[in-house]
């Protein structure tokens, strides 16, 4: 019984460790505030919560049956790596773009919440949350994991720790209105920039991993 403990925590620490540094929920708390500005408190709650659930439904996949898929397509996690983060490098650059222009923000900004509820999977979930690296790194410990231990343990742990990282992120977009208030509009500003250029960043640092597993280079 001990053993079954330990296995489903090990698995469990090995997925919240190696995802939610990626998903990053709390750096893209931000992200997620600019993209909604003008809806209600009651449809950030409703984006929050697809977003949460799509994460959860893409970061599952990604870890149970990922690596069958790509097979299946004739794909490698490199390729995937590499198309994935030159869409997380547009999403980055075109938000970093729009914090310099305040009058193209507001018009940009208020759009309905129709509009708005149908973003929830693209861009908020994917990329922008649940994005090519957090993909990558779900199938990468899929298959790690599906030749270790008992696969019923290892998928219970494994699945507790995607249902955390899911948790996380529907918290910090929830409430990420509540977080932020404290830093001001000149603080969110900065932050939000920040956090553009954070992805933007990811995504280069995305795409090179992706090139260096195709061309034999040295990742770093």
Known sequence: MEGCVVQILAAYLAVVAGLFPIVNPLGMAPIFLRLTTGSSDKVRAALAWRVAVGGLALMSASLFVGSYILAFFGLTVAAVQVAGGLVVIMSGWRLLQQGDDSKTREQQSFVSEDVLLTRAFYPLTMPLTVGPGAISVAITLGAKGAGSGNL???????????????GTIYLSYRFAYRLLALLGQGGRDVFLRLSAFILLCLGVQIVWNGISALTGLPSS
């Open 152 to 166: 019923l343990f290892e998928a219970i742990g494994a699945m507790l720790g995607v249902v955390t990282v899911a």
